[in-house]
């Protein structure tokens, strides 16, 4: 897949939004911007907890608010981070594979290298009930 302007447009949102994350552990912040079918964004940043397995990445996040608003189906999401270039964790993929398996997922070092994949490549022969 080939990252767009769009992309772009939706990294620099997540930059911008970057100091909302909450990650006194491992001060590392990261953002997203997840986009529904329906067309309306929704930003996720990684929330951290004292007790660490409690914290939640930027991804899901996202896509936890885009669901509770009725959102089903997802578009693409573009992944910022403070420092380089971070890709969905394992969990993250699975998370989001629910919903949409042939998403866009979009993240790179600077608004200049962005790289784009789908969920399906990102996750090979994941795991989903057909439903
Ligand atoms: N993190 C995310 O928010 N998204 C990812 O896909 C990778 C990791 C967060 C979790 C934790 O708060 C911090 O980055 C360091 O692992």
Redesign the pocket.
Known sequence: MIADSYDKVLFKKALDNLSNAY?PY?E?P?SAVLVGESGKEYTGV?I?NAAYPA?I???RTAMSKAVSEGERNFERIV?ATANGE????GI?RQFMYEFSPDMKVVAGKNIDNLKAYSLRELLPEGFRLEV
Do not use: K, L, R, T
């Open positions: 990650c491992s590392f990261v990684n951290e914290g990445c930027a991804e992944i971070g890709w969905p964790c993250c």
